[in-house]
């Protein structure tokens, strides 16, 4: 039976394990054996537990070989019969017995080996009397059968490579197996096959030595790939083979093909040795597929480094620390001193060395060579025999040849930091320091000082910042270096590093800002470093926290800028804070002109551009007024008038009459102040402009938006002839605006000549025309010309304008012309006249005829309306026909009346019914008879206008019957 003890107290005669801590520059001393003290030490890193082996009390040998995987434990016991038992450790099941004394007569086990499905056990046999070759057996750990390999007699098994990713609970798979003649078969064992399934010779390390044994073998694989290496040790040599085998090779003879041929050189380290043997170990996390670590045993003390995982990596072992054992020490001392102070065994963990000596056990760390661990056994413990450790559960076990344990490893790397820190290797330091706050902070601190004496000044700022040391203590440091670059970094993480404590905040800040604008106005910047350090600033004070503590700290951060005199940071303050009528006019003292426009533009406050527009107008026109045009709509262009107003030089003008075009084109300014100043300008200063502006109002007078009357006297005192002629033109001077026009453009007085309505103001201003052309000239050409323009002038007008003395002859031809055009229209007045008095007779005719025409209506003659006789009221009668009562007819007809009409008749209503009532009343007299029949008469002429179906009802045929739906519903509910 096996299990594990439940009671983890020690034995009464087991010495107690001390653990020995790093004292730099030595090794503590190890305690005297039995010595304990609990009190002043920590939990040790490594504890021995016994494990129990419960074996059947039939058998009392002694332990003599023990071999663990997977948590199956292969031990042999040294009985008057020799005895194999198979245990699972986590269960508490009989073991599983093979007796083997019949195989071994002459014969004796050398090692057990034991695969990593912990089901295929190799015991080599080496002869103990003459006449005998070497053997091994095969043992599956489904069955007691033993099976003698016959194919591998003569060869001594010292080491063997099981295949972890070939073999299986059924067949070990391809494996290799090493001699004590250096040699490296390749074989295959199952657990049906009477015989090795192969046996190849794949490499010879012995190259015919006798005694070359191969102490350790291991084969591995890069995961994800098909690269597999083998790694093999002698007492001096450790040898290591890679190659990439395909996807389907079952054998691993190709892995040292390429070594055989002479066409790749294995890796190979030789070493001067003191020993007869050496051990291999490697290391990797449970279940890992490939170890990370390897350490070799050797004559020279104990190698290690990692595994190389690249594919493509020359070299399988990579680094190779060393730590000394110095064995040359022990050389003058016999054979048995020096077996009790040579390791036998050893054991590898991530970070330690465990190492079997014949009395104790000894734990190195790898990382500084220093004994942490030192453990003795007792006599009444047994003789130690070995020590190893399960792949797959990771567990070391130690045994002697009466008692078994296992070894507990208590947080191994607790150390670790410290170790990496004793090295410098802070990042590592800092790594596994990591969980615990105070050891971190060590590490930092550390990291800082080491930063700060190497001169990387900004990044010791950095560490410090994570650290708990304090705060006035790191800036005497930094205060006093001439770069002030690393005590900024510093105290600003430091202040984001703060909770929310406004005083140390407001301390934090102001030292800052103070440290900021030292360095911004040092006397020997060059620009480039002050825009630098500005920018930095202005950065730093954007940040949420310190612009929260500015808001609530104004005064002495302003008090603070005001000693450094800096203007620009000032400023830049009082936007932040948004005093920008301050900044503004501090800017405009200083006469920073531009900033303060700048400034200007980052605030909403309307006003100050009405303030401040006429100041920077003098000194930026250009770029005042672009800033006014970027506003756009949200500026009163009147209310910009005085700004604009002020200013008579060139450049300013260009700009004016720039921002007055985009007010008026295209904000679609209509003020009259604004366009009246715009039409000043072009008449002052653009005059070609003028006209198209003029033009572009239009020549609707109530659509234009200047004031006539101003632009009238504009254009005449700036002498705008064109202008002054349009704007005559749409005040109707004709007169005026021709005299003007003649005198620098006929064709133009001529076009208004014939602008106005009346014939008789066209016809005096082409005499106009004619006189300014003719008289003094006697140009008989120009007054020809002039009577073909225009149809209104006659020779005769034309006469008085030339000279007495001019000849008669010359005008023979028009006053022909004229005779004859007389001649005719007098003939057509005298057809119009006698045309005229035969229609005068027609008219009289036709008067006649209607006085003598009359309608005769019968007595039963109904209303075409109410259909009752029409006589019995008052009543109407159409050419067409059609007769209706008076009030019929106007009850019809109302609802067709405009509104006007409807508000007319109803008041002539009134006004007969106010007569009529006077009438009763007072005596009748003529002119109330007349104004009452002129009541009436105009009453009838709008009820009785025209026929209600000839006339009334065709003129309202598209038009519906109902116009009031929702009137209509009401009255239908």
Not at 47 to 52: A, E, G, M, N, V
Not at 256 to 274: C, L, P, R, S
Not at 517 to 541: C, G, H, K, V
Request: hydrophobic share 40%; proline share 4%; charged share 25%.
């Amino acid at each position: 039976m096996s299990s594990f003890d439940d009671d983890e107290s020690w034995m009464n005669y087991k010495p107690a394990a001390k653990f020995l801590p790093v004292v730099e520059g030595k090794t503590a001393d190890c305690p005297a054996p039995g010595a304990t003290d609990f009190d002043k030490l920590e939990t040790p890193i490594f504890s021995k537990r016994q494990i129990t082996l419960r074996i059947p009390p039939s058998y009392k040998g002694n332990l003599v070989h023990v071999t663990v995987n997977k948590n199956w434990l292969v031990c042999v016991l040294a009985t008057p019969q020799t005895m194999l038992l198979r245990f699972f450790l986590p269960r508490a099941l009989p073991p599983g017995e093979i007796p083997l004394e019949k195989y071994l007569a002459g014969y004796a086990i050398s090692k057990v080996f034991l695969d990593y499905t912990g089901h295929h056990t190799l015991i080599p046999i080496v002869p103990q009397t003459s006449g005998l070759s070497a053997d091994f057996l095969y043992i599956h750990g489904n069955g007691p059968k033993v099976r003698r390999v016959e194919k591998f007699k003569d060869h001594e098994i010292t080491a063997v490579a099981f295949n972890r990713y070939m073999g299986t609970e059924t067949s070990t798979g391809a494996i290799l197996l090493g001699t004590s003649r250096g040699l490296i078969f390749e074989t295959e064992l199952s657990q049906d096959g009477s015989s090795p399934l192969q046996r190849k010779q794949v490499y010879d390390l012995g190259l015919g030595r006798t005694k070359y044994p191969i102490t350790g073998l291991e084969l591995l694989r890069l995961p994800n790939t098909n690269k597999y290496m083998v790694i093999a040790t002698t007492p001096d040599r450790i040898y290591t083979f890679q190659e990439n085998l395909k996807p389907d090779d079952r054998s691993l003879q190709f892995i040292f093909a390429n070594y055989v041929n002479g066409q790749q050189m294995h890796g190979e380290e030789v070493i001067e040795t003191e020993l007869n043997y050496s051990l291999l170990q490697l290391y990797g996390e449970p279940n890992e597929k490939l170890p990370k670590q390897w350490a070799w045993l050797c004559g020279s003390g104990i190698r290690f480094g990692e595994i190389s995982t690249e594919e493509r990596a020359p070299n399988v072992l990579l680094g190779d620390s060393l730590i000394k054992l110095d064995f040359k020490q022990y050389k003058h001392l016999s054979y048995e001193e020096r077996r009790q102070n040579a390791p036998r065994a050893m054991a590898l963990t991530e970070y330690h060395a465990l190492l079997l000596y014949s009395d104790h056990i000894t734990g190195i760390c790898l990382l500084n060579e220093k004994v942490v661990y030192e453990e003795y056994f007792h006599e009444q413990m047994g003789k130690l025999l070995n020590m190893l450790r399960d792949p797959f559960t990771g567990t070391i076990y130690v045994y002697t040849d009466k008692m078994f344990f296992n070894f507990r490893i208590t947080d191994e790397q607790r150390d670790v930091w410290r170790i990496y820190l004793d090295k410098g290797q802070y990042d590592l330091a800092e790594i596994y320091a990591a969980e615990q706050p105070e050891h971190l902070d060590m590490v930092l601190v550390k990291k800082a000082d080491a930063a700060f004496e190497k001169g990387d000044y900004n990044i010791a700022a950095d560490f410090y910042a994570e650290t708990t040391k304090p705060f006035e203590e790191v800036s005497l440091k930094f205060i006093q270096l001439e770069n002030k670059r690393p005590i900024i970094r510093y105290v600003k993480k430091r202040l984001a590093m703060l909770d929310n404590d406004p005083n140390k905040i407001m301390v934090l800040v102001i030292w800052l800002v103070d440290l900021y604008l030292s360095q911004i106005n040092y006397p020997r910047r060059t620009a480039q470093e002050r825009a630098e350090w500005q920018s930095e600033f202005d950065e730093f004070m954007q940040g949420a926290r310190v612009a929260d503590c500015a808001r609530q700290n104004k005064e002495p951060i302003r008090n603070l800028l005001k000693e450094h005199a800096d203007s620009h940071n000032i400023a830049q303050f009082a936007i932040a804070n948004g005093d920008y009528e301050e900044v503004i006019e501090q800017q405009i003292s200083s006469d920073k002109f531009k900033d303060a426009l700048h400034t200007l533009t980052q605030q909403d406050n309307l006003e100050l551009y009405y303030k401040y527009c006429p100041i920077l107008m003098d000194y930026l026109p250009e770029e005042t007024i672009a800033t006014l045009m970027s506003q756009g709509r949200k500026l009163d262009v009147k209310q910009l008038i005085p700004t604009l107003v002020l200013q008579e030089s060139d450049k300013h003008i260009e700009q004016i009459i720039r921002y007055l075009e985009y007010a008026i084109y295209k904000l679609g300014e209509t003020h009259e102040a604004v366009h009246n100043y715009i039409l000043f300008l072009y008449a002052k200063y653009k005059p070609n402009k003028l006209l198209t502006y003029l033009e572009n109002e239009g020549q609707d007078l109530s659509l234009i938006h200047y004031d006539l009357n101003y632009a009238l006297i504009q254009c005449q005192q700036f002498k705008v002839n064109a202008a002054t002629v349009f704007l005559m033109c749409l005040s109707k001077m004709w007169a005026a605006a021709v005299e003007l026009a003649l005198t620098f453009d006929l064709k133009l007085a001529k076009e208004i000549a014939s602008k106005p309505a009346l014939e008789e103001d066209r016809e005096k201003m082409w005499l106009t025309i004619a006189q300014h052309e003719i008289q003094g000239t006697n140009d008989v050409k120009k007054a020809l010309d002039l009577l073909k323009e225009c149809e209104l002038l006659r020779i005769e007008d034309l006469l008085p304008f030339f000279s007495d003395f001019e000849k008669i002859d010359d005008f023979k031809e028009p006053i022909c012309e004229a005779l004859k055009d007389y001649n005719q229209k007098i003939q057509e007045l005298k057809h119009e006249m006698d045309e005229c008095d035969k229609q005068a007779e027609r008219v009289m005719k036709d008067l006649q005829n209607v006085r003598e025409r009359s309608i005769r209506i019968s007595a039963q003659e109904n209303c075409n309306l109410c259909e009752t006789f029409l006589m019995v009221k008052p009543f109407f009668i159409f050419v067409c026909g059609h007769k209706f009562h008076s009030d019929c007819l106007e009850k019809q007809i109302l609802p067709m009346l405009s509104s006007d009409q409807s508000r007319r008749l109803t008041n002539l209503r009134q006004q007969l019914d106010t007569l009529v009532t006077k009438n009763v009343l007072d005596n009748i007299t003529d002119e109330m008879i007349i104004q009452r029949a002129k009541l009436k008469t105009e009453i009838e002429e709008i009820v009785a206008a025209d026929c209600y179906y000839c006339g009334v009802m065709i003129d309202t045929i598209d038009q519906p019957f109902v116009s009031d739906w929702d009137q209509v519903n009401v009255d239908w509910e």
